[in-house]
């Protein structure tokens, strides 16, 4: 088991310490892809967090609160992500494969350059950009 530090987007501070089972030199994607599942074990806040590159793939983050988290280039595939909080989140360049966002809300989201197709499932999930004097999104 090691302590692994999880930062905030915007900043180096730590927002929370994991306690992870994996080798010290383990790939970050895999150090952060347990500390997320830790963290949604033990309850503990993720939006905000730097989540960059992290593999999550097949994880189950339903329900999640994820708003503003950066996820640039995380491997969300097969994840379970219905009712997400993805609010403002970056999900530049994320894989998404197979993913579940049904219900998601991805209101203000930046999903330059993240592969959606052919398998992500968006059923009602919130798509619309935040710009100003741009109307509220709908539904998909």
């Known amino acids: 088991?090691?302590?692994?530090?999880?930062?905030?987007?915007?900043?180096?501070?730590?927002?929370?310490?994991?306690?992870?089972?994996?080798?010290?030199?383990?790939?970050?994607?895999?150090?952060?892809?347990?500390a997320v599942q830790w963290a949604r074990l033990n309850g503990v806040r993720?939006?905000?967090?730097d989540l960059t590159g992290a593999s999550l793939s097949h994880a189950n983050l339903r329900g999640a609160n994820l708003r503003a988290a950066d996820l640039t280039g995380a491997d969300?595939?097969?994840?379970?992500?219905r009712g997400a909080n993805l609010r403002a989140a970056n999900l530049t360049g994320a894989d998404?494969?197979?993913?579940?966002?049904?219900?998601?809300?991805?209101?203000?989201?930046?999903?330059r350059d993240a592969i959606l197709l052919p398998t992500a499932r968006l059923s009602a999930a919130r798509l619309s950009a935040k710009r100003r004097g741009a109307p509220r999104g709908g539904r998909v």
């Open 46 to 49: 993720l939006a905000a967090a």
């Open 1 to 34: 088991m090691i302590q692994f530090d999880v930062r905030t987007r915007w900043g180096d501070k730590p927002q929370f310490s994991a306690c992870i089972s994996c080798a010290e030199d383990a790939p970050l994607a895999v150090k952060l892809g347990l």
């Open 76 to 81: 969300l595939s097969h994840a379970n992500l």
């Open 96 to 111: 998404l494969r197979g993913a579940s966002l049904a219900g998601a809300d991805l209101t203000g989201a930046d999903i």
